[in-house]
């Protein structure tokens, strides 16, 4: 945004002086002036429908654009919008150094990828923006091309598109608001239905699902609810205070992912081969590595991970991926869920794969 910023205070300003606005209005009264001078004749009226905002607010906008260009912006009748008499000021380029400019390709190549899903609109609404800063007109095709050789893969989102988009549009106008929710809501590990009044505090993302944090009034303190397990969503008109000591990232401060419980100390043993993918990626915020070095005969013994984590359901998932090349040191509890996992894969496959059953039998 400092380039913004830099653009404001560079525009003519006809002899007046003018005061910066924030910098929210500053990106919007410049990105007007391109629909202006791109001939889209907008009103106040478009402007409003545009940006979701009043149409008092529509004019304000208008009003800056005014004061920036004095007599330049006119009211085509003919046209029924605003244009600059002589075509408006020069508005300097945004300049994106090499790194920004790669991000930008990204970006147009996440577009493709998440073509048809809800955060299609997102991208798209984002890169517009970014295109009105560029000196020439550039299509995302264009962007992509650069780009063609980097894919960007999204993780398919968990749940039914349209339902979910629809649950999470409802709760964010419902935070907007500070209203209290009623859901239907269907909890996986009783799997059961059940109906509870909610006041949403944030919207995460992660592993392809969305969750909500909120204030659950059934159970008095702050759950974390899957919008693809929301049956139904309907306001209910009570307004609520926004809890001044919630903090997203101190509510998931000791999640390995998503799950919550008592925070435990967690170690766990990788072999050589599992160590190279464990090595130089923070797993969790509270990790630390110990190596443990080489044997007589110069080969790696792997490393331990230990990391204080709640939601040990979510580790043992985790530490299953790795196979037998994991070894739970600790806590006893996570050590014991391995060992019962162990034992019933052993009598899952008792005689190994010589012996499998055939697919007709295990369907029946």
């Keep these: 945004m400092e380039e913004i910023v830099r653009i404001w205070r560079n525009l003519p300003l006809g002899g007046t002086t003018m ?3 924030d910098r929210h209005t500053i990106w919007r009264v410049i990105e007007i002036m391109t629909f ?3 001939g889209r004749y907008p009103t106040a009226q478009w402007i409003a429908e545009r ?3 009043s149409v008092r607010t529509a004019e304000r906008y208008i009003r800056h654009i005014r004061n920036l260009v004095a007599g330049e912006l006119v009211f085509d009748r003919t046209r029924c919008g605003y244009r600059f008499a002589s075509g408006g000021p020069k508005l300097p380029a945004l300049k994106l150094t090499e790194g920004e400019a790669a991000a930008v390709f990204l970006a147009a190549r996440l577009l493709e990828q998440v073509r048809g899903t809800p955060y299609e609109g997102w991208v798209k609404r984002a890169l517009e923006k970014l295109a009105y800063s560029f000196p020439k007109e550039i299509t995302l095709q264009e962007l992509s091309q650069p780009a063609g050789w980097v894919t960007v893969r999204m993780e398919p989102l968990r749940g039914e598109e349209r339902q979910v988009m629809e649950v999470f549009l409802q709760l964010e106008k419902a935070r907007e608001k500070q209203e209290t929710v009623h859901i239907r809501y269907f909890t996986a590990m009783r799997g059961a239905w059940s109906e509870r009044d909610i006041d949403p505090c944030h919207l995460h993302f992660v592993d392809g699902a969305w969750y909500v944090f909120a204030y659950c009034h059934l159970r008095g303190e702050v759950r974390i609810f899957a919008l693809d397990r929301v049956g139904r969503i309907t306001g209910t008109g009570r307004h609520f205070e926004v809890r001044a000591d919630f903090s997203p990232e101190g509510f998931m401060a000791d999640s390995f992912k998503i799950e919550r419980g008592e925070p435990a100390d967690v170690a766990v043993r990788f072999d050589a081969e599992q160590a190279r993918y464990v090595r130089g990626k923070q797993w969790h915020p509270s990790q630390t590595i110990e190596e443990l070095g080489a044997d007589e005969n110069g080969k790696d013994r792997g490393l331990i991970l230990r990391m204080r984590v709640g939601g040990l359901g979510e580790v ?3 530490v ?9 040191l600790g806590p ?3 050590r014991r869920a391995m060992v019962e996992e162990a034992t019933a894969l052993r009598r899952r496959y008792p005689r190994g794969a010589d012996d499998a059953r055939p697919i007709s ?3 029946s």
């Design 332 to 334: 006893d509890a996570l």
């Design 361 to 363: 039998a295990a369907r």
């Design 51 to 53: 940006y979701g905002c």
């Design 316 to 318: 043992k998932r985790w």
């Design 36 to 38: 202006i001078q791109a």
């Design 19 to 21: 005061s910066l606005p």
């Design 320 to 328: 299953l991926s790795f196979g037998a090349g994991a070894e739970v």
